[in-house]
Every structure is written in structure tokens, then in C-alpha cells.
């Protein structure tokens, strides 16, 4: 109660007792959509930009070019010279950085707020004059920075080609989620000078794009400094509209990985797939994750881990994206166990809610679990900027904190029990077992034992 009370502070708190964030919401005449949040609580700001380009918006066989720009944005632009953006950043006592999922690209600065001038600076210079300063030599030197993070994350690490190897599983070739967002090794190889151009001419422009600057502001003010920063950034052809085939599975898929970096325990990966982000059952769905898997008294956690020791862990969770989303159960076997003896306990007590509701206290503790967490993410302005962006894109309202909460408030153990029945089908999942080399043995048998 005592962390609540503090993390409410940072909110005004109306009449109803509806946590609410401030802001003030305009829109440059290139379309570039600007949102502005004032808490002078801490003397920093933040400065948040979403590009509304992901991997999703790539094409089969030109795959890993929003998470290469992601690297390219660093490399200098029209007005800062290489390797300024990072050093007048920590000069002024700042920090940065950047991520790119299936459905958008982020870039942030964190400054002291008499600083906010230079990241307003630094963030309008790429968006208007990235192409002024890059070249075929820049584009390959980070061609090759992002193979390298590709065979560090995926090809080199043990179990790295599980999420590829899921969603080419789960989505078809040409779906938007079919490929990693750091794209392929191939495509990379492939890429031209002017495929490169073009992807940033389409998606990098201010009418597709939305900024937030969140802390400690003058209102007025900020929004003279970012139409003088802003303003003069040329307007770009609205981004072509994205098409997709329907995500559909009709059976059961099972694929067995033997991954040559691991060496001894095997990990069960079941997923299957779910409602898109803030569509009905993904709430629910995230609660479910919980109850199944969310700490040490959560129901597989317990069975796996604490009571049965044939598991070294055990996780679930609601990956929400923007088209369609996807559930997972994911649990890494003790030496000396299978993963079917895991799938077979999973299985059990996934039975188990499908026949019986979770309890309300199991029910109330995830609802709790995710309060706590959607308040956390929301302390400081770095916080609030990222969600202010999440929520417009998401919803085209950017104060959309009380709604998004009031999913979860309103769920009860029946809403809980009715979306694992409807979603967590036997005949239409994913089982993928990791293993050793040599070891298909371990893997996740149908109707094992």
C-alpha cells in the first residue's frame, strides 16, 4: 500500500480518484503528432520518438531494415558529425538508446531539463537529414555490426533460435511476424545502397511518427522549441497500408531443435496464438500467464519446480503485438528429465482451468501483480513519455492509463477460465523442444510418457 501511495504521487488524482497524466496534444503542419506531459517532480525530461515502422513492415526477402536503422540513426546526420550524438548527449549529462519491435521503432534521451534544447536538436536532424550524412560505407559497416549481434543473440547462444523457429512456425511465410526483427543473414547480404534509401524515404517521416517530451517542462515553451526544431522537416507520402494473411493454425505443430550450444538441459517452448494488444481476451490472457506461471506459488511454478523438481524453471506470458499476439508457456528441464514429462504436468493443469476456474485469490494476485507493475512502469518520465506514445499509437489516445487498467480490474476467474479454454487448444499450438545434439530423446513426445 505504502509503494502505491508513493507511485500515485507522481499522477493527479481527479475527482474520481482516476489516475490521469496531464498533457497537452498538437500537430505540426507536416504531421508530426507532439505530445506534451509537465511534472516538475524530478528536474529531468525525456524525449521520445516513435517511428511507426517495425519489422513488420518489411517485405519477405528484404527483412532487418528497421533494426538496422536502429544502428544507422547513431552514425551522424546532416548537421552532427559521427560519434557527436552519444558525446554531446553524456556532455550534457544525458543518456540514450533505442529499440525496435514487429510494430514500431524508439528512440529516447533522458537530460537534465535545462538540456532539452540538444535532444530536440539531435532527434529533428536525423528525422530531416539522416540521407545527408549516410553512405554505402556507413550502411555496411553497420550491416555488418548487426550480423554480428545476430550470431551473438541467435546463432551462438543456447536456445537463441527459439523465436525465430516459433514464429516461422506459428505465422505463414508472408506474414509480418514471420521473420525476427533483427531480419536474416541473407536479406542483410542481400540489401542494396537504395533498398536502405528507400525504407527510410517511406517510413522515417514526421507524418508517420510521434514525439513526447515528458518532465520537467514549460508547456509553452517546449512547444515553441519543437516547432522550431521540427517544423522545417519535410512531409512524406503517407506509408503504404500493411496487408497480411490471417495467422491461422489448424493443428498441432511439433518441432524438436537441436541446438549445438546447448550442452545438457533441454527447454519446452508451447505456444499458441492470441487476441492483438487491447483486444478482448489479451487481458485476460496476461492474468492467465500469471496465475500459471507469475512467482513462486503460481500453479506451475509449484508443481515443476518446488514439488515435483523436474523443471529448473518455469515462465508464461502474453506477447501482445499490434496485429495479432501470442502465448507462451516456456520451461527449462533438470538434468535427468524430458521435456515430455514437463509438456505432460503443463498439460495437467492447463486441464485443470479448463475444467475449473482459478480461484479468486489466485485471480486477485495476478490482478495485483500487474497493478504493482503498471504503476513501476510508469514512475519517472521516461516512463510515462514511453507509455503516452504506446497508448496513442496503440489507440490514438495517449491518456489511456485508466482504461487500459480497468481491463484487468474488471476480470474474474470465469473470464479467466473461458480464455484458456478458447484460445489454449490442444490442435492448434506449437511445441518446440530444444535439445542437445544427439539427444531427440529428451524431446517433447506426442502422448509420451
Not at 509449484?302 to 514439488?307: A, E, F, I, S, T
Amino acid at each position: 500500500m505504502l509503494l502505491l501511495l508513493l507511485l500515485l504521487t507522481t499522477f493527479v488524482l481527479a475527482e474520481d480518484s482516476r489516475i490521469t497524466v496531464p498533457y497537452t496534444r498538437f500537430t505540426l503542419p507536416n504531421g508530426l503528432s507532439v505530445i506534451l506531459h509537465e511534472d516538475h517532480s524530478v528536474p529531468t525530461v525525456s524525449v521520445n520518438v516513435w517511428y511507426h515502422v517495425g519489422s513488420g513492415n518489411e517485405k519477405p526477402g528484404r527483412t532487418g531494415f528497421a533494426h538496422l536503422f536502429e544502428h544507422i540513426m547513431f552514425e551522424g546526420s546532416g548537421n552532427v558529425p559521427e560519434g557527436k550524438f552519444d558525446e554531446w548527449l553524456e556532455a550534457s549529462g544525458g543518456d540514450n538508446n533505442g529499440s525496435t519491435t514487429g510494430d514500431r521503432t524508439n528512440y529516447y534521451e533522458n537530460v537534465p531539463s535545462n538540456a532539452l534544447e540538444l535532444p530536440l536538436f539531435l532527434e529533428s536532424d536525423r528525422m530531416g537529414f539522416l540521407l545527408n550524412a549516410m553512405t554505402p560505407g556507413k550502411v555496411d559497416g553497420q550491416r555488418d555490426v548487426v550480423k554480428n549481434e545476430r550470431r551473438q543473440s541467435y546463432e551462438n547462444r543456447p536456445y537463441g533460435l527459439a523465436f525465430p523457429t516459433l514464429a516461422e512456425n506459428l505465422y505463414p511465410k508472408d506474414h509480418p511476424y514471420h521473420w525476427p526483427t533483427i531480419g536474416s543473414m541473407e536479406d542483410l547480404s542481400a540489401a542494396s545502397y537504395d533498398d536502405v534509401v528507400q525504407f527510410f524515404k517511406t517510413y522515417y517521416v514526421p507524418n508517420n511518427a510521434s514525439l513526447v517530451v515528458a518532465g520537467d517542462i514549460n508547456t509553452e515553451q517546449t512547444k515553441t522549441l519543437v516547432t522550431k526544431w521540427f517544423s522545417d522537416v519535410p512531409m512524406g507520402k503517407p506509408a503504404p497500408p500493411l496487408f497480411y494473411p490471417p495467422a491461422v493454425l489448424t493443428e498441432e505443430k511439433r518441432v524438436v531443435l537441436e541446438d549445438p550450444m546447448v550442452k545438457q538441459l533441454p527447454r519446452l517452448y508451447m505456444a499458441w496464438h492470441s487476441p492483438r494488444s487491447f483486444a478482448p481476451g489479451d487481458a485476460e490472457l496476461d492474468i492467465l500467464s500469471s496465475v500459471l506461471a507469475g512467482g513462486k506459488t503460481s500453479r506451475l511454478y509449484k508443481r515443476l519446480v518446488y514439488d515435483l523438481q523436474i523443471a529448473q524453471d518455469v515462465s508464461a506470458f502474453q506477447y501482445s503485438s499490434a496485429i495479432t499476439s501470442s502465448f507462451m508457456i516456456v520451461s527449462t528441464a533438470r538434468s535427468g528429465h524430458t521435456l515430455t514429462e514437463i509438456e505432460n504436468v503443463i498439460q495437467e493443469e492447463l486441464d485443470k482451468i479448463k475444467a475449473e476456474p482459478p480461484t479468486a485469490m489466485e485471480v486477485q494476485r495476478a490482478v495485483n501483480q500487474y497493478e504493482a507493475s503498471f504503476l513501476d512502469r510508469l514512475e519517472g518520465a521516461a516512463g510515462k513519455a514511453d507509455q503516452l506514445n504506446a497508448y496513442f499509437k496503440a489507440t490514438g489516445n495517449p491518456d489511456y492509463f485508466n482504461e487500459d487498467l480497468a481491463r484487468y480490474q474488471a476480470i474474474d476467474a470465469k473470464d479467466v477460465q473461458s480464455v484458456c479454454n478458447r484460445y489454449l487448444k490442444n490442435d492448434a499450438r506449437v511445441i518446440l523442444s530444444i535439445v542437445p545434439v544427439g539427444m531427440k530423446e529428451l524431446a517433447a513426445m506426442k502422448g509420451g510418457k
